[in-house]
Protein backbone atom coordinates (compact mmCIF):
# COMPACT_ATOMS: atom_id res chain seq x y z
CA UNK A 1 0.00 0.00 0.00
CA UNK A 2 1.50 3.71 -0.56
CA UNK A 3 -0.14 6.36 0.36
CA UNK A 4 0.28 9.97 -0.14
CA UNK A 5 -0.51 12.75 2.20
CA UNK A 6 -0.98 16.44 0.79
CA UNK A 7 -2.83 19.69 1.60
CA UNK A 8 -0.72 20.97 4.79
CA UNK A 9 0.51 24.26 4.99
CA UNK A 10 0.74 27.50 6.93
CA UNK A 11 -2.77 28.90 8.25
CA UNK A 12 -4.09 31.73 10.75
CA UNK A 13 -5.58 30.76 13.31
CA UNK A 14 -9.37 30.04 12.98
CA UNK A 15 -8.62 28.94 9.30
CA UNK A 16 -9.87 25.88 7.52
CA UNK A 17 -7.67 23.11 5.56
CA UNK A 18 -8.62 19.88 3.81
CA UNK A 19 -6.04 17.23 3.76
CA UNK A 20 -6.12 14.61 1.11
CA UNK A 21 -4.11 11.29 0.90
CA UNK A 22 -4.06 9.38 -1.95
CA UNK A 23 -3.82 5.83 -1.93
CA UNK A 24 -2.73 2.88 -4.71
CA UNK A 25 -1.33 -0.03 -5.22
CA UNK A 26 -4.20 -2.11 -3.18
CA UNK A 27 -8.05 -2.24 -3.41
CA UNK A 28 -8.83 0.53 -1.52
CA UNK A 29 -11.89 -0.35 -0.61
CA UNK A 30 -10.77 -3.21 1.30
CA UNK A 31 -9.20 -1.34 3.68
CA UNK A 32 -9.94 1.25 6.77
CA UNK A 33 -8.47 4.63 6.48
CA UNK A 34 -7.25 6.84 8.89
CA UNK A 35 -5.56 9.66 10.11
CA UNK A 36 -2.44 10.33 12.77
CA UNK A 37 -0.60 13.66 13.66
CA UNK A 38 2.72 14.17 15.59
CA UNK A 39 2.87 17.48 16.65
CA UNK A 40 6.81 19.04 17.12
CA UNK A 41 8.36 17.03 19.66
CA UNK A 42 5.68 14.88 21.13
CA UNK A 43 4.42 11.55 20.18
CA UNK A 44 2.18 10.57 16.92
CA UNK A 45 -1.64 10.71 18.09
CA UNK A 46 -4.68 9.02 17.08
CA UNK A 47 -6.67 11.68 14.92
CA UNK A 48 -9.58 9.80 13.19
CA UNK A 49 -10.34 6.53 11.71
CA UNK A 50 -13.14 5.66 9.11
CA UNK A 51 -14.02 2.22 8.01
CA UNK A 52 -13.88 1.03 4.20
CA UNK A 53 -17.35 2.07 3.11
CA UNK A 54 -17.22 5.36 4.82
CA UNK A 55 -20.81 4.39 6.82
CA UNK A 56 -19.06 4.26 9.84
CA UNK A 57 -16.10 6.71 11.60
CA UNK A 58 -14.42 7.59 15.12
CA UNK A 59 -12.41 10.21 16.20
CA UNK A 60 -10.33 10.88 19.29
CA UNK A 61 -11.89 12.52 21.99
CA UNK A 62 -10.68 16.17 21.72
CA UNK A 63 -10.82 16.19 17.92
CA UNK A 64 -14.69 15.11 17.40
CA UNK A 65 -15.81 18.18 17.14
CA UNK A 66 -13.31 20.62 14.69
CA UNK A 67 -12.40 17.12 12.42
CA UNK A 68 -14.05 15.54 9.66
CA UNK A 69 -12.97 12.11 7.83
CA UNK A 70 -14.03 10.85 4.73
CA UNK A 71 -12.99 8.67 1.64
CA UNK A 72 -14.77 8.05 -1.85
CA UNK A 73 -13.66 4.65 -2.74
CA UNK A 74 -13.73 5.46 -6.29
CA UNK A 75 -10.68 7.94 -6.66
CA UNK A 76 -9.00 5.71 -3.48
CA UNK A 77 -9.11 8.75 -1.26
CA UNK A 78 -9.36 9.83 2.03
CA UNK A 79 -9.38 13.10 3.26
CA UNK A 80 -9.43 15.22 6.60
CA UNK A 81 -11.18 18.59 6.77
CA UNK A 82 -9.86 20.75 10.30
CA UNK A 83 -12.02 23.79 11.30
CA UNK A 84 -11.06 26.68 13.23
CA UNK A 85 -7.36 25.26 13.86
CA UNK A 86 -5.56 26.23 16.68
CA UNK A 87 -1.60 26.18 16.94
CA UNK A 88 -2.10 23.56 18.90
CA UNK A 89 -3.01 21.51 15.41
CA UNK A 90 0.76 22.22 14.41
CA UNK A 91 1.96 19.26 13.39
CA UNK A 92 3.07 16.89 10.77
CA UNK A 93 -0.59 14.62 10.03
CA UNK A 94 -0.34 11.11 8.75
CA UNK A 95 -2.59 8.62 6.65
CA UNK A 96 -2.64 4.86 7.39
CA UNK A 97 -4.31 1.96 6.03
CA UNK A 98 -5.78 -0.81 7.87
CA UNK A 99 -6.22 -4.85 6.98
CA UNK A 100 -9.27 -4.76 8.78
CA UNK A 101 -11.96 -3.11 7.05
CA UNK A 102 -14.18 -2.49 10.05
CA UNK A 103 -11.71 -2.08 12.50
CA UNK A 104 -10.62 2.05 12.69
CA UNK A 105 -9.17 2.52 15.88
CA UNK A 106 -5.53 3.77 17.21
CA UNK A 107 -3.71 0.45 17.10
CA UNK A 108 -5.47 -0.81 13.16
CA UNK A 109 -3.47 0.13 11.46
CA UNK A 110 -0.94 -0.96 9.17
CA UNK A 111 0.84 1.02 6.39
CA UNK A 112 1.43 4.24 6.63
CA UNK A 113 2.52 7.40 4.39
CA UNK A 114 4.76 9.93 4.49
CA UNK A 115 3.09 13.20 6.10
CA UNK A 116 2.19 16.98 5.48
CA UNK A 117 2.95 19.14 7.91
CA UNK A 118 0.44 21.82 9.11
CA UNK A 119 1.42 25.06 10.36
CA UNK A 120 -0.79 27.40 12.43
CA UNK A 121 -0.31 30.71 12.59
CA UNK A 122 -1.84 32.64 15.83
Known amino acids: VQLQASGGGLVQAGGSLRLSCAAS????????AGWFRQPPGKEREFVAG????????GYAGSMKDRFLISRDNAHNTVWLQIDSLKPEDTAVYYC????????????????WGHGTLVTVSS
Open 50 to 57: INWSGGST
Open 96 to 111: AAGWRSNSYGPTDFNF
Open 25 to 32: GVTFRDYA
